[in-house]
């Protein structure tokens, strides 16, 4: 079946511009959570959904970041107005688990953000 | 915050010889996983400890979690070109379901 898919693969945005990620999990995930994974560093936290709830934003770098969920399903990460220190790979995961019996996380390919 | 630290940051070896990366926590935690990530993928699951000192193999990987269930290590045994990437810890402390990703060690095997 699919995986979890995100797009764009590649985004190039100005500094000071908005831009949208978007993330499609596998079908009936529960648990979906976003990353951010800085050139040669490990996934770091942003924030984690369970159906459409959002559960857990603390690592959300600052309010300039927003994510949704609406639906229960397909969930959009927004950065207003960007800046250099956004540049990085924000992936996306979800998991069929939730609480603490939460098992794999199947991670997306990624989009790349490029702010300059 | 809670920071979990992995060694050594960078790992090369010839082919067949072994691997062993070490996870530590600064806090407790409740369970452990890894992952691995190629060059230019995704993270791919591999494996979740839960128990105090739990030991699992996949073939040729040994997976330990540490009585104290603050630390963990990953151990590859006469290891292949196909092991190349880097292989992440990540703990989940307390009742969250957030996970918190090491540093990561990047294996490379020269064949």
């Known amino acids: 079946g699919a995986g979890v898919s995100q797009s764009p693969r590649y985004k190039v945005a100005k500094r000071g511009q908005d831009v949208a990620l978007r993330c499609d999990p596998i079908?009936?995930?529960?648990?979906l959570f976003w990353y951010q994974q800085a050139l040669g560093q490990g996934p770091e936290f942003l924030t984690y959904?369970?159906?459409?709830?959002?559960?857990?934003k603390s690592g959300l770098p600052s309010d300039r970041f927003f994510a949704e969920r609406p639906e229960g399903s397909v969930s959009t990460l927004k950065i207003q107005r960007t800046q250099q220190e956004d540049s990085a790979v924000y992936l996306c995961?979800?998991?069929?688990?939730?609480?603490?019996?939460?098992?794999?996380?199947?991670f997306g390919p990624g989009t790349r953000l490029t702010v300059l | 915050g809670q920071q979990v630290m992995q060694i050594p940051q960078y790992q090369h070896v010839q082919e067949g010889e072994d691997f062993t990366t070490y996870c530590n926590s600064s806090?407790?935690?409740?369970?452990i996983q890894w992952y691995k990530q190629r060059p230019g993928g995704h993270p791919v699951f591999l494996i979740q400890?839960?128990?105090?000192?739990e030991v699992k193999k996949q073939k040729r990987l040994t997976f330990q979690f540490g009585e104290a269930k603050k630390n963990s290590s990953l151990h590859i045994t006469a290891t292949q070109t196909t092991d190349v990437g880097t292989y992440f810890c990540?703990?989940?402390?307390?009742?969250?379901?957030?996970?918190?990703f090491g540093t990561g060690t990047l294996l490379a095997v020269q064949p």
């Open positions: 995961a979800s998991s069929t688990t939730q609480g603490l019996a939460a098992a794999e996380q199947f």
């Open positions: 079908s009936g995930h529960v648990s």
């Open positions: 959904f369970q159906n459409e709830a959002q559960l857990d």
């Open positions: 806090t407790t935690l409740s369970n």
């Open positions: 400890l839960v128990k105090s000192g």
């Open positions: 990540a703990g989940r402390s307390g009742a969250t379901n957030k996970l918190i």
